[in-house]
Each structure stands twice: as C-alpha cells, then as structure tokens.
C-alpha cells in the first residue's frame, strides 16, 4: 500500500516535471496554446466543483466570478499599466470578495437553495455584465491587452501562458483534493444531501458554503485573469456568455462532480472532443455528439466517471475490514461510570413554547433533567415531544421561553454550536446523507460532535469504527445507507449521535418499527449508554421500554406538561390515562 502510494506521488512528480519542461524543449507554441486550454477547463471545472460539487449549491453563475478576473486584468493591467502577473492574485481576490458579498446574503435564505440558488447566480453574471458594459471598465467596446508586457520565464508569451495556467490547474486540484480530504470537505458533502440536519450534527454550514464560494470563485477569478492575457482582447458579450457555466457543469456532470479528479477528467475529455471536431471543421457535429456522449454517461454512469469507476474498484475488495470485528462487547466509556441520576442538573428548559402559524405546538414547558439520569418523554400523537427535542437541539427556534446546558444558555444558538456544546439526537425517521457510506456518516459525527478536541481523522475513523461495533454494524460500514433496513438506519443513526460524544444524548422513537429482539437489544445499548457517563431523554411510545429504561417520565398532552414523576406511578395517573386511553394499551 505504502509502495503504491510512493509510485503513484514519484509518477505525478515526474508528469509534474514533464509538463513543466515542456516549453523549454522546443514544443511549438500551438501545442503549447492547446494545451493551455485544457488546463484552462480544468482550472474553471475543478474550481466550480469545490462549491457545487461538493455542496450541492449548483451555481450557474461561474461566469461571473471568472468575468470579474478578466476585467480585473484588463483594467490594472490594459488601463492602468499594472504588471501582469499581480493582477492574477487581484483577480483572485476580487472574484472572493464578490463571492462572499453574495454568499453574505444568499446563503442565510434557507429558500435560496437548490434552483433559486443557480438561477440567482446566473442572474449576478447578467447584472455584472450590465454593470461593466456600461461603465468605463469596458464601456461596450472590448479592452485590448495587446500592449501588456506578458512576462516570458524565459520562453515565448504562449509557453508563458501555458505555465501559467498548468499552474493555476494543479493548484485548483491540490486545493479541491485536500478540501475533500478535510473537515471542509466532509462538511460539504454532508451539506448536499442534507443541509439542515448536517448543521445539527455539528457542521458550520453557512461559515462552510462561504469558504467553499470564496476559494471557487477566487480560482475562477484566477483563471479569467490568465485567459484575458492569453486573448489580448476580451469583450462583455464572449466573458460573461453562459458558455461557461455550461461547460464547466457539463464537464463536472461527466467526470463525476463529488470527486476532486471528476471534473478535470470531464474538461479534458470535452474539450479534446470538442477540438477534434473544431480541426476537422465540424463543430456543430462536435457539440451534438458531445451532448449525446453527456446522456449516454449521465445513463450508464450516474455519478459520473471518477466516482462510478472508484465504487467498482471498493466493490472488488473484501467488505468487512479486519479492524471491525469486535462486536458487542465494547466498553462505552465516554466520562466517569454512571448508573443513575447525579442530582446535578443538565438540562433546564423554563416557559418553552412553540408555535406554528396558529398551531400551538409546546405551551410554555417546565422541564429539568439530571445528569446521568434517563428520562422518558411520552405522550399522544402530536403532544409535541419531537418539537421539544428539536428545540432542544436548536433545529426549531424557540417562540418563547429558555433552554440551558450546565447552566449555560442554548436558546438562540445555530444548531452547530449547540452540538459543539454537547447534545445529540437521533431523528424518528432517520435521515441519514444517503451518498455518505455508513462508516462516512459515523465518522462526520466524530469529526464535528463533541464538547472535547475535536477528533483528528484517524480519531474520528477509529471513533466512528467503535460505535459501528457497539450497534452492531461493522459489517455495514461500507455500505451506502440506502442499502439497509430500518433497524439498520435507525441503530446508524445511534451510532451516528454517539459519535458525537454527546453529554446529553436525545433519542426520538429510536424503537419504533424494531422487533422485540432488536427492542431488547437496544435496551441494553442504551442502558450501557447511560452507563458510559451520558444523559439521555427519549420520547418513546413503547411502555415496556419506557419502564424498563427512565428513571423518570415526562407526560405531554398538547403541548403542556401534564405530569412528571416515576414510570409506574406516573402511568397511573388519572389524567395521564385519560389522556392517554388507547395509545398506551396498544403498545
Ligand atoms: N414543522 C411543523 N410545522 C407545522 N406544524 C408542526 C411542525 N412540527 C410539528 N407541528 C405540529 O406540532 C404539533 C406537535 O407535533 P410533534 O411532532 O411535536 O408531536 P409528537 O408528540 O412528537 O407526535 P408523534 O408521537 O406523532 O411523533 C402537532 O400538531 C404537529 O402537527
């Protein structure tokens, strides 16, 4: 493996130092331009997948930001005699700067995303244009660069250029591969398939989207700089053309948009299509049979090429890791042994209410519970125990009322800092991020959940791998979550907010739909949870479980607290059974 790795490091430094020598060696500036140009799409389409690929925040407005860097050059370096070469960091940073006023805005509108985001993406390149149109940056007539002293690094002007962007292009793929290896890049593609539940499980989202815009656009920016030197002559009409958010979404469609390599592999096969096609004269065919190849792929090969051929390699190999066998006997130990409730309190929720338009979902719930103590929250349909645990956990905000931690306020928070605090839940219907494996989600968790250091990627690895064989599914790890049941989503789900190294854990019918082993089975992992030093309610409406499990329970009956005390007594309530009559005999 170790060996591998080298050959595969030693043969990309020697096509590294190929391509770089390549100028040098008496290649004709055609090739040389030719070239370029691929390294231009690659440049663009690895830059556009940073944030649409990863994310899901399908842009559609890459013009704009790739705009804003060709008149970045053209005006420092056409107008204003500033050296070529500063103007591409400029640009760079204009394009940044211009992404994050946007991001600023759009970002925080939980209705802006999916379509409304690329169409108002698009929409910023035509008011871009419009803008520089009709100002002195270009005032309708094109700048010329012809008079921009390109500096030479001791070859032509097009082997200049050619440097220049097989730089920018490595650079745009070093920079994407070690985003998708790092906290970032999980938080992204967690955010793509699921972004209000990703920010619960501890992802900064907003903070997230706009580092990955701002490096996206800053490449794109990069690379409009590079192109106006290599044109000498740029116009609003060519740079701002919907030509290039096409290509690069078609590129990165065809490559595989989730994988660092996808789209430079798409802009390479496209663009050499399509050239092959310009040379023999016949581009309106190239463009038709590249659009057919674009179906053909997009049928054979859903996820595009990078991801499908990388999922039939992991098929080949063995499923079950050796470092996974563990099973059922781990030790959860997560803080000092605890068998019952401290007397200390941990949570305290005063006058929480709740409503929806006219609908009053919590009216005003006192509620206190311990450390280590395990608390029940039962009631009918639709008393309001999921709203409680999804205030709790800051996915709802709160109409009135507070919520602490160890004394210390939630209400208000963004659910990611609430999860940092500590608390992680599980949903009633799992949802889990169906292009994450199983192992993929778990790990996600460990990465961004917990009060303690967060943990490192091999911590997290490992973490994730400890709580698969505490819940049974090591043997799972790789699969996606698609693949399996609902006691497997659910007992992932488990695994998932156990990851997190919760102080308070807040399961929500983590039962419901189990047969009567899997139910005793998850009584037990939930005994041993408490065990491990977590805190944990639950809305159950399981009485068996409920029994056998709190040391308390907490009734609700539309949106009130109506009763609160030990499981049995509690339960024999008069006003608990009238309220409950039916639903608690039929479970
Ligand atoms: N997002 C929402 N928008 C509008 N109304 C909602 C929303 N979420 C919950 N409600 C309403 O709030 C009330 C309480 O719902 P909630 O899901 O909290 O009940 P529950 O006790 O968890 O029920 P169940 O046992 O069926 O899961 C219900 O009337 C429900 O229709």
Redesign the pocket.
Known sequence: MALTLQRARAATVAAVAGLIALPYAGVADFYLSYLYVIFFWIALATSWGILSGYSGYWSFGHAAFFGAGVYTAATLAGKWGVPFLLTVPAAAAIAAALALGIGLVVFRIKSLRAEFFALLTLSVTYVLAAIISNTPLDGGGGVYLSNVAIPQFGTTVPGAIYLLGLALALAALAVSRRILRSRLGAGLLAIHDDEDVAEVKGVPTLHYKLIAFAISSAIAGAAGAIQAGYLGYVTVGETFSITVPLYVVLMSILGGARHWAGPAIGATLITVALSLFVGGGHAEIGRAGVALALVVVILVLPQGIVPSLLARRVRRKDPAPAAAQEAHNVVVMQAPAIHAATGRPLLVCRGVAKS??G?R?LQGVHLQVDEGEILALV??????????I?MISGH?SLTSGTIELAGARLDGLAPHEIARRGIARTY?IPRLFDHLTVLENVRLCAFFGGTRESAGEGDAEALARRWLAFTGLEAKADLLPPALNLHERKFVELARALAARPRLLLLD?VLCGLTPTEVDQAIAMIRKIRAGGTTIVF?E?LMRAVVALADRIAV?DQ?ALLALGQPRETMQDPRVVGAYLGTAHAA
């Open positions: 929806f338009g609908i979902a009631g009918p349909n639709g008393s309001g125990k999921s709203t409680l999804n709802f009633q019918e809305v409406h609700l949106g």
